[in-house]
């Protein structure tokens, strides 16, 4: 199956239990990995390093499908991951690399879950400079103009686990919420005491 065929799957119709349907069939058939190449794939893609002119990249070209695909193969794989964690093997090391450059907002949203699930299981042991790598990255998306709500709270739900190992400094962490709460939504100023408490 090449991978054109295989989004396919997944880009004609968006309906109720989506997610778990699409992750049983790829377990069923065994293509998790086929998955995790084309969220890589997507992520080159948009740093522009891939050989444009590669015929098997066609099915990237569209930035709305590519949107797509970002999203619905996050979605898919947070339905993966929380079935049985394991599939995080299919990264081998390139998670953090893969996480820092995702730009989608609904991804964001479905691995900033997947970390801090793996932060509190310390599933991952990463390395400092990986550490480091994590929090610039959910930092910055914390305090991005337009960002969803739901991404700036899992962003400081990771800085938070991030803080409390010791991995991050909490004059850093003050200084974000001091950005964040002058223009929070009602939900953010929510989350924003719970985390002054926390921190």
Same mark, same amino acid.
């Given at each position: ?13 968006? @309906?109720?239990? !989506? ?5 049983? &069939? ?5 293509? &998790?990995? *086929? ?5 890589? +794939? ?8 891939? $050989? !444009?002119?590669? @015929?098997?990249?066609?099915? /990237?070209?569209?930035?709305?499908? %590519? ?10 794989? &947070?339905?993966?991951?929380?079935? @049985?964690?394991? #599939? /995080? %093997? *299919?990264?081998? +090391?390139?998670? #953090?690399?893969? !996480?820092? &450059?995702?730009?989608?907002?609904? $991804? ?8 801090? @699930?793996?932060?509190?299981? =310390? ?6 400079? =990986?550490?480091?790598? *994590? ?20 962003? !400081? ?6 803080? =409390? ?10 200084? *974000? ?20 408490? %926390?921190?």
């Amino acid at each position: 199956m090449t991978k054109k065929q295989f989004v396919e799957l997944f880009l004609l119709r968006f @309906d109720k239990g !989506f997610a778990q349907k699409k992750a049983t &069939e790829i377990q069923e058939q065994a293509m &998790e990995a *086929l998955l995790v190449e084309i969220m890589q +794939d997507v992520v080159v893609f948009n740093q522009k390093k891939l $050989a !444009f002119q590669s @015929d098997e990249f066609d099915y /990237l070209r569209n930035k709305t499908t %590519r949107e797509q695909i970002a999203f619905r193969s996050a979605y898919i794989f &947070e339905t993966l991951y929380f079935k @049985d964690n394991s #599939v /995080l %093997r *299919l990264f081998k +090391d390139n998670f #953090v690399s893969f !996480f820092a &450059e995702i730009t989608n907002e609904s $991804a964001k949203r479905h691995f900033g879950k997947i970390l801090t @699930d793996i932060l509190k299981k =310390e599933l991952i042991h990463f390395t400092e400079n =990986e550490q480091e790598l *994590l929090a610039q990255t959910v930092a910055s998306w914390a305090v991005a103009p337009h960002t969803r709500v739901v991404v700036q709270i899992w962003a !400081f739900e990771i800085l938070a686990l991030l803080q =409390e190992k010791g991995k991050i400094d909490a004059e850093t962490i003050g200084y *974000l919420l001091e950005i964040l709460t002058q223009n929070s939504t009602p939900a953010i100023k929510c989350r924003l005491k719970r985390w002054n408490k %926390r921190l």
